[in-house]
C-alpha cells in the first residue's frame, strides 16, 4: 500500500466505532421511549457511558497512530494560504519542464493529452510556460493571461478563483490564439478554470458551445477537471517529494477551494 494513501484498517475502525456509537445512541432513545412513564436504571446509564468512553478512547488512540504515521492532519498548502496568483504560480511551476520538480515535460505532456492536443514529446519536453502573457497582436493587447504554454500547441489557463471576468476577457484571449494558430483549433484551447466549471460570461451561451464543441475553449472546474489531471500527475510521477506536494495540492482543492456557484464574486481584479 502507497505511504499515501490513508490506512483501510484505520478508516475501517474509525467507521466501526460510529456506527457502534449510532447503534447505542439508538439504543438509548428506544429505551426511553418505551419508559416514557419510567426512568432509565442508574446500571444501564453507566454500562451505556462507559462502553462510549471507551471507544472514543479506542478511536482517540487509533487516530495517533495514524497521525504519528502519515500526519494525516498536515498540509504544507495550510501554511501558504495560496491567493488566486499564487494558484497560477504553482500551476506554471508544474507546467514549466525547466522548473526544479524534476520530471520534465511529464505533466505539461499529461495536460495536453486530457486537452486533446497531440504534441511530440520533444516539444512538450522544450515547452516554453509564460505567466502573465501579453495579448499581442490583438485589439486589447494590454490584457495578460495568466499561464500560456507553448509546446507546439498553445494553451492558455485563465483562473477565475473568485474574481470575476472582465469585459469580453474570454473573447480576446480566443481572438490571441486564433491569431497565432491561423485558425486552427486541433492547435490551441482555453482553459477557463474556476471553481464550480462556471461559463464565462463575455460570450453569449451559443457561442460558448460553438467554442466547447470545436475544442477551443474547456470550462474546468477545480473539484473536476483539474483534480483528475492532478491525479495522474501524481501517479505518473516518479519524485516521492513531488508525489507528496501535490497530495497536498489535491487535498487542498478538496478542503478549501469549494465555493458555492450561486455566490457573488468575492472581489474585483484588474484586467489581468
Known amino acids: 500500500m502507497s505511504n499515501l494513501e490513508v490506512s483501510a484498517i ?56 495514524l497521525d504519528r504515521e502519515q500526519t494525516s492532519g498536515f498540509n504544507v498548502f495550510d501554511f501558504i494560504e495560496p491567493d488566486e496568483n499564487k494558484l497560477s504560480d504553482v500551476l506554471a511551476w508544474l507546467l514549466d519542464p525547466e522548473e526544479n520538480h524534476g520530471q520534465g515535460g511529464l505533466f505539461v505532456g499529461l495536460l495536453l493529452k486530457r486537452l486533446n492536443l497531440c504534441s511530440e514529446a520533444t516539444k512538450t519536453v522544450k515547452a516554453k510556460v509564460h505567466r502573465e502573457a501579453p495579448t499581442f497582436g490583438t485589439e486589447k493587447y494590454r490584457r495578460r493571461m495568466d499561464v500560456l504554454v507553448e509546446a507546439g500547441a498553445l494553451v492558455v489557463i485563465e483562473n477565475k478563483l473568485d474574481s470575476p ?66 491525479e495522474v500527475c501524481q501517479r505518473e510521477c516518479e519524485a516521492e517529494k513531488i508525489k507528496y506536494y501535490l497530495t497536498d495540492f489535491l487535498g487542498y482543492i478538496e478542503v478549501e477551494l469549494k465555493r458555492d456557484s450561486e455566490n457573488p464574486y468575492e472581489k474585483d481584479e484588474d484586467e489581468n
Open 165 to 230: 471576468e472582465q469585459p469580453e476577457q474570454v473573447k480576446h484571449y480566443l481572438e490571441y490564439l486564433d491569431r497565432c494558430t491561423n485558425g486552427r483549433p486541433t492547435k490551441s484551447v482555453l482553459v477557463y478554470l474556476t471553481p464550480n466549471g462556471r461559463k464565462p460570461t463575455s460570450l453569449d451561451e451559443v457561442t460558448v458551445r460553438m467554442h466547447e464543441e470545436n475544442g477551443r475553449l474547456k470550462c474546468w472546474n477545480y473539484h473536476v477537471e483539474l483534480r483528475r489531471w492532478l
Open 10 to 65: 484505520s478508516e475501517s475502525e474509525l467507521e466501526q466505532f460510529f456506527s457502534d456509537t449510532s447503534r447505542e445512541v439508538e439504543r438509548a432513545e428506544t429505551q426511553q421511549h418505551k419508559l416514557e412513564v419510567s426512568t432509565i436504571s442508574e446500571p444501564e446509564l453507566e454500562q451505556f457511558f462507559t462502553e462510549m468512553g471507551r471507544q472514543v478512547e479506542q478511536a482517540e488512540t487509533q487516530q495517533r497512530k
